[in-house]
Structures are given as C-alpha cells and as structure tokens.
C-alpha cells in the first residue's frame, strides 16, 4: 500500500523588511491603503496662521521707514508703478527719486520704454501695494510684507507635510520668520521674496502630488501587483491637480526670476523618480522606464508646459504694448546688446543703432489679428535674446561693494547694506554717543548666523540620511538646496549677491527640523533620547530667537551708537 506524498509547503511571500518588534513591514501597497491622516488639521492651521500673523506684525513695524529708494528699489518702485499706470515699463529722469520721495509723482517719465532686465510678476505685485497705498516706501513695501508673512505659513505646512509633526511644523515657519534674509527681503521691494515664495509654493505642491500619487495609485491597484508585464494603473494618473498647481507655481516663479528654471527641472526629475518608486514598491517590474513613459510624460505636461504658459501669459502687458519696444528700435532710447561676450568691446548700442542689431519685426509693416499676436510673440523671444545677452556677458566687466562669491553664501561671507546714515553727532537725532564718537542707522541683509551656520550641518547630515537611510524627506530638503545654490557658481565672475540665497533658506530651515525630528525620536514615550534631543533642539531654537532679537536693530534701521553697530558687526567683510 502506498500513500501519497506530502504537499510541498507553500512558500511565504517575503515583505520588504521587518520592524524592531520583528513583525514584517507592511507592504507599499498596504501602507498607502492604511495612511492615516495627519494630526488635528484645526490645531494645525490654527497654530499656522497664528505664526504667520506675527511673522506680519514684525514686518509691517515701521515698514515705510527709512523713507528712501533701498538699494534696487530705485528700480522695482518705479517700474511697477510704470506698469500700472502705462502698461509697461518707460524710463524716468534724473530727479525722479527725490521728487517721488516729496510726493510728486507725476511728470517724470519718458516716452519711451525701458528696458527691464527681470520678468514682470514681482513688480506687478509691487504695483498692487502702490495702487492701494500709494507711491511711497510703504505702499511699494507692502506687497512684500504680505507675501514674506504668506512665505512662512507655506513654510509651517510644508514641514508639517514633510515631517507629520505640527510641532516640528511651526518650528521650522518660526526659524524662517527669525532669519535676517528672509525678514528683511520681507521689508523691501526687490523681486527676491516673490520668488522664493512661489518656488516654496511649488515645491509643496511637487511633495503633495507624491501624496496624492501614491494614495491614488493604492484605491487604483485592488492588490500587490504580481504580473511581470504589468505597467500598473495609467488612465487614471493621468491627471494630477497637485502637480497642475506646482507648473502654476514655478511659471509665476519664472515670470519673477529665470533662476527657478533650476529647481523647476531638479524637482521635474525628482516627482519622476517618485512616481516610479511608487510603481516598484506597488509591484512593476522596470518601473522606471515604464514610469517615463506613463508618468514622465503628464509630468512634463503638468509641470514645465504649464510653467512655459504661465510664463509667456505673464508677459502680456509687454505683448500689448510690443510695438513701443519695436518702434524704439530705430530712435535713441533703446539699447540693444551687441557685445562680443568680453568686456572689451561688449557695449549697448544706443547712439547709432545698427541696422544688423535690430529686431527683424522693427521694419516689418504692423499686422493684424492673430498676426499681430504672432509678431509680437517674435518681438518678445529677440527681447529675450538681449535679456539674456545682458545677464550672460554684459554684467561680466561690472563690479559692486556688496558682491560676493556663492560659495561663501551659507556661511554669510558678505551681507548686502541696503541703506545706511552715518556719521549722527552726539545729541542729535535722539544720538547719546560719548563724546569723540557718533551714531548710525543702517538696514543689513544679513542673514540669522544659527539658522545658516546649524544649517549647513544639517544638510550634511540630510545627505547622509537620504543617500544612506534612503529617507525621501531628507532628499528634499538636499535637492532644495542644491539646485537653488549651486548653479550661482556658475556665474561667480559676475556680481552676484549673497541674497539671492533666500532661495535656497526653506531647504536649510527643512533639513534643520528634519534633523531636530531625527534627534527627538518618534516615539512620545519618555526617554533620554527624547529628554537629548529636545533640550538640544530647544536651545538651537533659542539661540535663533536670541541672534534674530540681537540683530534687530540692524535689521530694521533703528539708531545705534557706533560701539554698538560693531558689536553686531563680527566680522571685518560685513562691513
């Protein structure tokens, strides 16, 4: 008699890993199926507004003050009022800041256009504050007050996305409302402000799109894929409204500044990479090849199309008034580059146009219809061809007290004076200087040295973290910094300021509490880790409030004796 073999034992399907408890990691599957909301959303918008309430308060105080032109607002201030009176920018006379200044605003403006060397999205938000308040230091100001207070309530909701902590959340809006850089560009009109807020906007909408994604993906796929040939689910990723809101975003960042073309692309690839890290763990086999094609290709749609419209849409008080520009060409008012790319010999060409140099559109006959919206769209692309003749070589021979190279930028090698009044006898102006010394006002660029020289630590350790642990979060925060920072030394021949670098701040701010949540631990329970890294982080937040509070003075024009302006001056290159 014979009996039949036992069953071979079915072999168990292994997960991902195992957990400290050494129960199996759920799957991706399961985990985006599970994902549990995060803590009360009314605490955290009420705690998030809050903080951005007082980042306002802080900026509005005395915000028309110094009564004066600030450093480019000579520039910004009146080409956005230019814009919302003309339509587009036109040049000015010599004596134009002094009379503004004593209210006189009309009467100082040319007929002909200027050429603006930036798009047009910041100073037509500029042009908002002057339209409701009038030309005058608050009303040009205030436009950006509102956006830095917008800046840092974005900042409290993207680290508390990033980090599921609401806590950690509105520490990371209060560091970035402490530092000096962000708080000043919050109490200037230059362009820098707007910028950094709509790359931060679009930044958090790319990370909510992962979200999204992945949340989307788990209702899509009934279980864990288990076909080889399967690409995963396509039809119903196609459209992404987060990703749709971040091209939005990075096109008004781009109608600010061009320099957001470099996160744009930096963070293109990233949401790339994202979406084929959810299709491997999901189960696709070849997911990244497969994801550039179903998700690399919407991306690009959602995200850099978007962004070019967005763009181009931004120029339309430009494309209305194109022909100014055209018929410019052929007078002595517009100055077209023609440089040869060294400052020897690179030169605007104003006194005698050349006929070689013109727009091809300046001698054409004006058309008509959709023929005059194509004419002006060809005007505006040899605009753009001078525009970035002027950035690429023109500024190459130019040289500025403030410049500084991009590679001391995070360690606040050489801060930007905005204004300054020197030289204030004793007994005047409210001046109690002992005798044989003097007092001074001055508004510093300056950023919060805590919050940049912690910061630099902590974007090494974010580096480490995500090359090493693989933690996505902390990618953000590297790709962040690198592509806002990095691409500057490539230009480090031409002046540059250590400003533009409140670009790159919400990074540091995000790796700072990225590291803070790495040192507190997630679990609540007491312990000496969590007593460790909550007294460690406490006394970094602090030192920060302390620094910010230190610097005030010289971050808001208050009067100081000269022995007091050194004592916040540390080094020799911040003076």
Request: glycine residues 8%; charged residues 15%.
């Amino acid at each position: 008699m014979t009996t039949a073999a036992p069953p071979e034992p079915q072999q168990e399907r292994v997960t991902l890993s195992t957990n400290a408890a050494g129960r199996p990691v759920p799957s991706a599957w399961a985990r985006a199926r599970g994902r549990i909301r995060l803590e009360d959303p009314f605490v955290g918008w009420t705690a998030s507004i809050s903080v951005a309430l007082l980042a306002l308060f802080l900026r509005l105080w005395k915000l028309g003050k110094p009564h004066e032109f600030e450093f480019d607002e000579t520039y910004y201030a009146k080409d956005a009022w230019s814009l919302l009176n003309h339509g587009y920018v036109r040049g000015y006379t010599e004596k134009a800041n002094d009379r503004i200044l004593d209210g006189q605003v009309d009467g100082h403006w040319t007929d002909g256009p200027s050429m603006i060397v930036h798009p047009e999205v910041g100073k037509w938000l500029i042009a908002l504050g002057e339209k409701t308040f009038g030309m005058d230091p608050f009303g040009w100001r205030i436009a950006a007050a509102v956006v830095g207070a917008l800046m840092v309530l974005v900042m409290c909701r993207f680290a508390r996305r990033i980090t599921g902590s609401t806590a950690l959340g509105i520490v990371a809006g209060l560091l970035l409302s402490f530092d000096g850089l962000q708080f000043v560009l919050s109490r200037l009109a230059l362009l820098d402000i707007f910028l950094a807020f709509f790359v931060l906007c679009g930044v958090h909408c790319a990370v909510a799109d992962r979200d999204w994604y992945r949340a989307k993906m788990a209702r899509l796929v009934p279980a864990q894929i288990e076909d080889t040939s399967a690409w995963g689910p396509v039809r119903g990723l196609l459209f992404r409204p987060w990703l749709l809101a971040s091209g939005l975003c990075f096109g008004l960042a781009l109608g600010t500044k061009w320099t957001a073309a470099y996160p744009l692309a930096a963070f293109g690839l990233l949401v790339w990479f994202w979406s084929a890290g959810a299709r491997r763990s999901f189960g696709v086999r070849a997911a990244t090849l497969r994801s550039a094609v179903v998700d690399g290709i919407p991306a690009f749609v959602h995200l850099v199309l978007v962004a070019f419209v967005v763009y181009v849409a931004s120029w339309t008080g430009w494309l209305v008034h194109a022909d100014k520009y055209e018929d410019s060409l052929s007078s002595t008012q517009y100055t077209k580059f023609t440089g040869s790319g060294h400052c020897e010999g690179d030169s605007f060409v104003s006194e005698n146009p050349d006929e070689d140099a013109r727009w091809p559109t300046a001698t054409e006959p004006d058309a008509s219809g959709a023929g005059e919206a194509v004419q002006s769209l060809r005007s505006l692309w040899y605009y753009h061809q001078d525009l970035y003749a002027f950035h690429s070589h023109f500024l190459n021979c130019s040289t500025h007290t403030y410049a500084s190279k991009p590679s001391g930028w995070l360690l606040l090698n050489r801060p930007v004076g905005v204004a300054a009044d020197v030289d204030i006898q004793p007994g005047t102006q409210g001046c109690n200087a002992p005798e044989g010394s003097d007092c001074l006002r001055q508004v510093l660029l300056l950023g919060n040295p805590t919050i940049w020289w912690g910061g630099i630590a902590a974007v090494a350790f974010a580096l480490v973290m995500w090359v090493g642990a693989r933690d996505w979060r902390f990618g953000v925060a590297v790709v962040g910094v690198a592509s806002t920072w990095l691409p500057w030394l490539l230009y480090d021949d031409r002046p540059i300021f250590s400003f533009y670098a409140v670009l790159t701040l919400p990074f540091v701010v995000l790796a700072l509490v990225l590291a803070m949540g790495k040192l507190i631990g997630a679990s609540t329970a007491p312990s000496g880790r969590r007593t460790f890294g909550v007294i460690l982080s406490g006394t970094f937040f602090l030192l920060a409030l302390l620094n910010f509070a230190w610097f005030w003075p010289i971050y808001t024009n208050q009067l100081l004796t000269h022995s007091e302006w050194l004592d916040r001056v540390w080094f020799s290159r911040w003076i």
